[in-house]
């Protein structure tokens, strides 16, 4: 049977990094992800954080409805000296939208954590270790797993991408 890209409410077979396969439910899909935000605006605070003095770099992805967006492009600051800044990148705030955030190194980019829905603002306190390498345009799919309920494909994390063969990992399989 020919593969075919998955749509929300499918039922689709995930093959993890293990060999394993699993059913899953599709709960979102890239296709139906908002637009690339623009880059965000980014302060700095000398006190509150674990930040020390440097350069520091992030980029948002719009989250909606368990698709995410392509990343924006680089917001900046420079932080001054210290050891106890904070960044906060600010967001667009539409209604109905959460925004992934990634950051810290200017061209590596991680993820960082995701902002309530409708938020206006991220702060980095440099409390979280990033982690999960920037969306990219891949059929990307969030899914939820039957037996454990655990999230598939969230931001931050390894996305499922349309398979060519049941061997691939990290991959989901749909049949027509």
Do not use: W
Not at 26 to 50: K, L
Not at 53 to 70: F, H, Q
Not at 89 to 99: C, S, V
């Amino acid at each position: 049977m020919a593969l075919k890209v998955a749509v929300v409410g499918d039922t689709v077979q995930y093959r993890n990094a293990k060999g394993e396969t699993s059913n899953v439910l599709v709960t979102g899909t890239q296709a139906a992800a908002p637009a690339a935000p623009s880059a965000p605006a980014v302060g700095n605070s000398g006190t509150g954080g674990s930040l020390t003095a440097a350069t520091y770099s992030y980029r948002i992805s719009a989250v909606k409805g368990g698709g995410e967006s392509l990343a924006s492009t680089a917001g900046t600051t420079v932080v001054g000296a210290g050891s106890t800044n904070i960044c906060t990148i600010t967001l667009p705030g539409t209604a109905g939208i959460a925004y992934a955030v990634y950051g810290r190194v200017g061209g590596s980019e991680l993820y960082i954590g995701t902002s309530a829905v409708g938020a206006t603002s991220f702060v980095d306190t440099g409390a979280v270790t990033p982690a999960g390498a920037l969306p990219a345009a891949d059929s990307r799919i969030a899914a939820q797993s039957f037996h454990t309920n655990a999230i598939l494909g969230a931001p931050g994390s390894a996305p499922l991408l349309q398979a060519t063969t049941m061997k691939q990992t990290g991959r989901y399989f749909k049949r027509t």
